[in-house]
């Protein structure tokens, strides 16, 4: 059995940078890759639309200025494709190839407390010996396939946006079915009802979507931005997302302006495309009155935007905006224009059963030749607990997690000691801009990693006292906000049996990456060294 200094799992963003940083220290890490390739999300997600919805000049490295000097995106939301090639890009610039094992899906790790070094085996049975485990699985890296009732009857196609072939589909002269509207069905239906015969998408919830307004992106902002990129990069980690300093938000309540005032700070953030409508005001997303207003004015957009009166009804979302994940499109909502579009609304009749040629639902059959579900992920846990891991005593993450992700900082749970967990659970990783989250984390675990061998420690581990504290400032923290008001995957609300316990943190990054910073500079107050 090979022994290391380090595992990594996963080789997207989170596991290339986390193989880096340990090489750079001298450490002998090895990343273990379930994929044929690099890329993690940027890998799967292939369905079409796919792109970032984050601003390319922002989602990006910024650890090294030569990487991010020589870059150049080609446009100002970046598609799959480039995504994909930035993160070999990276993998061939930092020469990370030998250091990551591809078609290598884990099976499961086991702490031995004897040795206190994890075993981590493979499917394959390939086995090795880490000091260290890291994380890197993704929080949106487990795709959700209902159960459909008699869903193997259907005899077309059926595509998962999170699990796309890679061969190209072509859905000429087909009739298609989508099933979910969320920002992946978002991105990919005026894409699948340019090609299809019949495009019919089945809706249990409406969703919001602001316009991207992509587009080539300038070389006169990628210059300005080149020009000094560690100060842009330094503003951005101010901000509570890690991104947008360009236009950060309006310092004032939505309640404390005219209706008038309101509606033109609204419409100037909607010209400015993706994010930006949230940050119109300052309590848009702590105050539900406030959101109302947010809310009132896509509608507004979506019943301007679409023809037909009972399809805008049925588009435009009830629930509050922003609590689940704003979707931002290209042309989403007037797709529902297009004479061979469909929307059926499963909210009030759920799906029924597939059949051979389709599907039942609400007393009708819907025929079709391909199906695509876009139904999201088992987010934040799902990748975790289909491992077999298990931590002191045999602790077995699923009994550790059945009521929720307990963690301490997103970073550390009590019972697995030297475990490190990448944007997951408990930090604010979901609502930041990802690599910011994701350099942060491997920074904080390189930190606390070169500690550790300065100090002569075997064993970094949170304390269970932290990690109830913890729990405790991240449910605070979503009980501030309007996120508890609807279903959503950061409540582990879509699906069914899953605990519900809202996973991220909703504190801000800045607030964040200060209290994981301090907690470093107290001695690493809250876990135990031995
Ligand atoms: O998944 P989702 P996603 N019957 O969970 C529906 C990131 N992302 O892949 O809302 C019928 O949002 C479900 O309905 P409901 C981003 O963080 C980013 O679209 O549960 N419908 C919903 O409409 C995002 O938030 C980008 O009632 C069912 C849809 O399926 C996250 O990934 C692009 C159903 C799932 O939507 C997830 O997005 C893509 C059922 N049984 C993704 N089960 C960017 O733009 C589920 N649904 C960067």
Redesign the pocket.
Same mark, same amino acid.
Not at 202 to 205: I, S
Not at 374 to 377: L, P, R, Y
């Given at each position: 059995m090979k022994s290391l200094d380090l595992l990594i799992v996963g080789a997207g963003f989170g596991g290339l940078y986390m193989l880096h940083k340990a090489r750079s220290m001298g450490l002998d890490a090895l990343a273990i890759e379930a994929a044929p390739g690099v890329g993690g999300t940027w890998y799967h997600?292939r369905y079409p639309g796919?792109?970032?919805?984050?601003q390319s000049m922002e989602y990006s490295y910024s650890f090294d200025e030569a990487l991010q000097q020589e870059w150049r995106w080609r446009e100002r939301y970046a598609p799959q494709p480039e995504l994909l090639r930035y993160a070999n890009h990276v993998a061939d610039r930092f020469g990370l190839r030998d250091g990551i094992a591809l078609n290598t899906r884990m099976r499961g790790a086991r702490f031995d407390e004897p040795t206190r070094r994890w075993q981590v085996q493979a499917e394959d049975g390939r086995q090795w010996s880490a000091r260290f485990l890291v994380m890197a699985s993704g929080p949106?890296s487990a795709p959700?396939r209902?159960d459909?009732p008699g869903l193997q009857d259907f005899e077309g196609p059926v595509l998962h946006?999170?699990d796309w072939p890679h061969e190209p589909v072509d859905f000429s002269g087909l009739r298609v079915a989508v099933?979910?509207?969320?920002?992946?069905? !978002?991105?990919a239906i005026p894409l699948i009802a340019r090609q299809a015969k019949e495009l019919t998408v089945?809706?249990?919830?409406a969703?919001y979507a602001a316009p991207a307004h992509n587009g080539p992106l300038d070389p006169a902002f990628e210059a300005g931005i080149k020009a000094d990129y560690a100060a842009f990069r330094a503003r951005n980690r101010r901000m509570h997302g890690g991104f947008g300093s360009a236009l950060p938000p309006n310092p004032v309540s939505a309640l404390a302006v005219s209706a008038a005032e309101r509606e033109a700070a609204f419409e100037a953030r909607w010209q400015v495309g993706g994010f930006a409508l949230l940050g119109a005001f300052n309590d848009l997303l702590l105050k539900l009155d406030a959101n109302a207003h947010a809310a009132e004015f896509v509608r507004a957009k979506i019943r301007g935007t679409v023809h037909d009166a009972a399809t805008a009804r049925l588009l435009s979302p009830t629930h509050t905006l922003g609590c689940?994940?704003l979707? !931002?499109d290209t042309g989403y909502y007037a797709t529902f224009n297009l004479p061979h579009v469909r929307l059926v609304d499963?909210?009030q009749a759920?799906?029924e059963r597939f059949t051979a040629h389709g599907l039942r639902s609400g007393g009708r059959d819907h025929g079709f030749d391909a199906l695509v579900l876009?139904?999201?992920?088992d987010?934040m846990t799902g990748t975790m607990l289909r491992l077999d891991l298990r931590g002191r005593g045999g602790l077995r993450i699923q009994d550790k997690w059945r009521a929720g992700p307990l963690n301490y900082l997103g970073l550390g749970i009590a019972g697995f000691p030297n475990l490190f967990n990448i944007a997951g659970p408990g930090s604010t990783a979901?609502f930041t801009n990802v690599i910011v989250a994701i350099e942060q984390h491997v920074d904080w675990i390189a930190d606390c990693i070169g500690h550790m061998g300065r100090a002569g420690k075997a064993t970094v581990e949170p304390t269970e006292a932290a990690e109830a504290a913890w729990t405790e400032v991240v449910n605070a923290a979503a009980r501030r906000t309007v996120f508890l008001s609807c279903?959503s995957?950061y409540l582990g609300?879509?699906i069914p049996g899953k605990p519900r316990m809202f996973m991220p943190l909703a504190d801000g990054f800045p607030r964040y990456a200060d209290h994981c910073a301090h907690v470093a500079r107290q001695g690493y107050e809250g876990f135990v060294l031995q």
């Open positions: 997600n796919a792109r970032v919805d984050i949106l959700n209902p459909f946006t999170a099933v979910g509207t969320g920002s992946s069905a !978002v991105q089945f809706q249990r919830t969703a689940k994940r979707c !931002v499963v909210s759920p799906i876009a139904t999201g992920f987010a979901a279903n995957w609300a879509n």
